[in-house]
């Protein structure tokens, strides 16, 4: 069997975004949503993260370049991305974690 698995994250910037707003609503297992910022005055490549309309963050901008060009070019369909970790008590940056998988066909 193929691992499907591409990627395991904090998400980053949840201190600065709405992420406090729904973390009571977020179980291991949530399904989250990434959508690429080309436009980012910080970062050409940021990738956000939604938790339904909630913007709750970024992928690291580490990690986040090939992610981004995907999106770029319209593969939009190609990840699901689900909550993996959530630690209440952890620093504000490494209280959710997320896991970036290809979609099963």
């Known amino acids: 069997m193929i691992d499907r698995n591409i990627l395991s994250f904090h998400v980053s910037g949840f201190t600065y975004y709405d992420g406090i ?12 949503r990434i959508e690429a ?4 005055k910080f970062d050409p490549y940021a990738v956000a993260v939604y938790y339904k309309d909630t913007k709750i963050g970024f992928i690291p901008s580490k990690e986040n370049k090939i992610i981004s060009q995907f999106l770029q070019l319209g593969y939009d369909n190609l990840f699901e991305v689900r909550v993996n970790r959530i ?3 952890s620093h504000p940056e490494q209280q959710v974690g997320a896991i970036l998988r290809i979609q099963k066909k």
């Open 21 to 32: 707003d729904v973390i009571d609503e977020l179980r291991i297992g949530s399904t989250l």
């Open 37 to 40: 910022e080309p436009e980012n």
């Open 87 to 89: 630690s209440i008590d």
